[in-house]
């Protein structure tokens, strides 16, 4: 079996939660991939957790103190001089001043700036564009509220910064389940051009090609039926265990939606499966995680600390 070397890296995050800048740093002279960018941070050391790598990481290389770190995502890569495990936490408050002390450079970047910087550790490239994605996913429920009502709400939270949106409403008729869908898409397209927000069809490739969403949900029996990633901008999947979870980093999928967590309104009877499991299957996934099942926008912070990447909701966006 390969060795495989752990590290702890940082995606420090500053400035307006919803279009955060984040930092990278460039790797010295005397380093593997010198001049690289990479996220600060470093291999964990014998006896250490990955977290109390990043804590010692961020002060020897930044001068900082780390006051609130949430786990994020995981990957593995392999580079001819090693293997190694990135565990990534988004590091939202530290203090002391960020000081380049082992590195050659710094720089604040912008989500849409990434692209500004090269070149950049090639396991990065993935973690680049998980970063873009934005904290809520909402769910449509015309079934309940009706397509009028729902495109009024969607109209009113476009406004306010919703950025990802999936057509579910499963049981509505096929015809008005695509005049619904074609309506959103179309509501949503001055956004996408405006802020790349972006329409993903619940579980129907067809009916997302006809009606130009930008991408596709998969249901979690469709990501077993899937040999290849569907050809959409993007594409995500409903997972419920870890065999899920690996299925979609195979496929190459943006991200993925775990739960139930809660028990829901529509199932208050099943129990979910609460944030410590949630947290467990999340620990090793590549993919940004949502949390589903029973949630309010206010749980945002626990998701976050129990490794999701956001949450997706289906009554409670807004
Ligand atoms: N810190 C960091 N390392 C990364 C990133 N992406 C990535 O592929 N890596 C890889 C590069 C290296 O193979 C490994 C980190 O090793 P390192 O040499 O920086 O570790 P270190 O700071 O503990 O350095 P040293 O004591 O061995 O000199 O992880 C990233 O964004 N940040």
């Known amino acids: 079996m390969i060795p495989v070397t752990e590290v702890a890296a940082a995606v420090l995050l ?3 939660p919803a279009a955060p800048e984040f930092l990278l740093a460039q790797r010295p002279v005397g380093k593997v991939y010198a001049g690289y960018w990479e996220f600060p941070g470093g291999k964990v050391e014998a006896g250490e957790t990955a977290r109390q790598a990043l804590v ?36 939202t408050s530290w203090h002391g001043e960020i000081t380049p002390i082992e590195h050659s450079g710094l720089r604040w970047l912008k989500v849409d700036e990434a692209a500004s910087v090269a070149p950049i550790l090639p396991a990065n490239g993935p973690i680049l564009r998980a970063l873009a994605l934005p904290a809520v996913y909402a769910l449509t429920y015309a079934e309940e509220l009706g397509p009028a009502a729902e495109l009024a709400r969607l109209e009113k939270a476009l406004a306010t910064g919703l950025r990802l949106i999936q057509v579910r409403d499963k049981t509505l008729p096929p015809a008005q389940r695509e005049r619904f869908a074609r309506a959103v898409v179309e509501l949503v397209r001055p956004w996408n051009e405006w802020n790349g927000a972006s329409v993903l069809i619940n579980d129907d490739p067809e009916l997302a090609r006809a009606v130009g969403a930008q991408g596709v949900h998969l249901s979690s029996t469709r990501l077993w039926q899937s040999v290849r990633r569907p050809e959409f901008e993007r594409v995500a999947a409903s997972c419920h265990t870890a065999a899920d979870l690996k299925r979609a980093a195979e496929l190459g999928l943006d991200f993925v939606v775990l739960g139930p967590v809660l028990p829901t309104a529509s199932h208050p009877d099943a129990t979910g499966m609460g944030w410590p499991e949630f947290s467990r299957l999340t620990a090793s996934s590549p993919l940004p995680v949502y949390a589903l099942g029973g949630l309010q926008p206010e749980i945002l912070e626990t998701a976050r600390s129990s490794g999701g990447h956001g949450i997706a909701l289906l009554r409670g966006w807004r």
């Open 14 to 16: 500053r400035g307006d």
């Open 56 to 91: 010692r990481e961020l002060q020897e290389e930044l001068g900082v103190t780390v006051d609130q770190a949430w786990p994020w995502v995981c990957c593995e890569f392999t580079y001819p001089h090693a293997t190694v495990r990135l565990r990534f936490f988004r590091v």
